[in-house]
């Protein structure tokens, strides 16, 4: 399966520990993007990087929330001191970065905190 | 303020008949927009996309229509099937980045 990987695809917190959400992109896509979606509502962006850059972080919030796209291995989303509010289904996506390129999804990871 | 905007939350069809999704957006930089449709529990899976070189890009029984000077791009379905019954997103880029999605359109296609 060459289709971007995410892992686990449920994952449960308690309040105050740390989640890590992993992605790996499709088969030669270097251009990773996380988004959130939360019950009832639309895909938020989150983030934007590249191998071992960020280009946009602007939908991330301040506090808690970092994101990683190392030269070697997956994604990682890493929320730290979780709290109720963070539950919700966050997507990975990969593109190829070109023009006209479009976004190719994961399956997500539903973060349940308790 | 939302830069991608999808008026209608849910539309209902009947099997057979064309489905038509609308949506607007307000940025005039964007140049590439795109249709996602969503299943409960899975990721957004790709459909459909248009350039802005573009007004009209077909595959199959799914066609996007764009009219940059309204800012309104619609995908229509036809025909419809109930396996079409899903969320459908919106999405807009700038230069193949900054992805921005609608909230999207709960489409039931009834038997």
């Known amino acids: 399966n060459a289709g971007v990987m995410q892992n686990p695809r449920h994952l449960v917190r308690r309040r105050g520990q740390e989640a890590r959400l992993r992605c790996s992109p499709m088969?030669?896509?270097?251009?990773v993007y996380w988004y959130r979606q939360l019950p009832e509502e639309g895909l938020k962006f989150m983030v934007y990087l590249q191998k071992e850059n960020i280009i946009d972080e602007s939908g991330m919030p301040k506090e808690r929330f970092s994101a990683e796209f190392p030269k070697e291995g997956p994604s990682i989303l890493r929320i730290q001191q979780v709290v109720r509010g963070d539950s919700a289904a966050y997507f990975c996506?990969?593109?190829?970065?070109?023009?006209?390129?479009?976004?190719?999804f994961g399956n997500g990871t539903r973060l349940t905190v308790t | 303020d939302q830069q991608v905007k999808q008026n209608s939350p849910s539309l209902s069809v009947q099997e057979g008949r064309i489905s038509i999704l609308n949506c607007d957006y307000t940025?005039?930089?964007?140049?590439?927009f795109l249709w996602y449709k969503k299943y409960p529990a899975e990721g957004p899976t790709f459909l459909i996309s248009i350039s802005s070189i573009k007004d009209k890009n077909e595959d199959g029984r799914f066609t996007v229509f764009l009219n940059k000077s309204a800012k309104h791009l619609s995908l229509h379905i036809v025909p419809s099937q109930p396996g079409d019954s899903a969320v459908y997103f919106c999405a807009a880029s700038e230069n193949g980045q900054n992805f921005v999605f609608g909230p999207g359109t709960r489409l039931s296609v009834l038997p």
């Open positions: 088969k030669g896509h270097s251009h």
């Open positions: 996506a990969s593109s190829l970065g070109q023009r006209n390129s479009p976004l190719h």
């Open positions: 940025n005039s930089m964007f140049d590439y």
